[in-house]
């Protein structure tokens, strides 16, 4: 979920994870010699797996070598540098099929790294909020939400409508609409097979980027209207499997595929019940 990419009140993300060097020069991996284009090359390479980690997390080593065309031992040189500086960690994910196996390393952005990507002003934003707050409720936090994603929802809305009636079609619109405001989404497809009823095929929709991921933390309201206004778009309800605000190493949002959208129903901004419960506290880190 994101706003903005700069502080909560700005509207558009721009998210990037620029150089490596700016996130883990203080953890020394070789000391070259000034103007060396060897440490120069090195940097360069270090930020193309810092990207793909933040791109594809979690990832292996081995796939990551796949994707970089890096050997096993470039590769792993370059993460163990990453991960002494603190800006990806190390995630036990289950083998598929593997029974009681060894779970597998995959690596992922850490929180020290989402935090050095757009986070600016975003203490100030946080203080301010919690004064709104106070003097009047929650209820003007949450308005304060609406009206900050009804911009993004204007913009999203035409580009997911040419995308026509089909939910996939719109739920990759809208994943290259987010990558675009520098969300780094993905639109994954799940399509049930027999025994399996068609209707449990979905779309798996991440981002593996927060700008404001330390604010929604404190207000996880700015979730629950992302995930509102994402069921407008692509016209089906969804559902928030985990978010980065509550420790997942992605946000994700579960849309079902089992039936046609309800295309042209998209209102921004549209008014939301506050008693409703929030789907945010469905979480799986």
Known sequence: ???SASAAPNGRGTARVGSARAHVAAVPDVVPAAG?????AEERTRDRVLNAVLEHGPISAAELGDLLGFTPAAVRRHLDHLARSGVIEVKR????????GRPARRYVLSSQGQSTLGNDYLDIASVALRRLEEAAGPEAVRQFAVERF????RRYAPEIEQAGP???ARAQALSEALSRDGFVASAQSLVAKAPLPAALSSVQLCQGHCPIQHLAA???VFCDV????FARLVGVDVRRLSTLARGGHVCT???PTGRPAAVGTSSPAAPVNPDEVSNHLQERP
């Open 166 to 168: 089909d939910i996939t």
């Open 1 to 3: 979920m994101s706003p």
């Open 218 to 220: 404190q207000f996880p």
């Open 93 to 100: 994910v289950a083998r598929a099929g593997a029974g009681a």
């Open 226 to 229: 992302e995930t509102e206004m």
């Open 253 to 255: 949002t579960h849309i």
């Open 150 to 153: 009804a911009d993004m929802e």
């Open 36 to 40: 060396s284009h060897t440490h120069d």
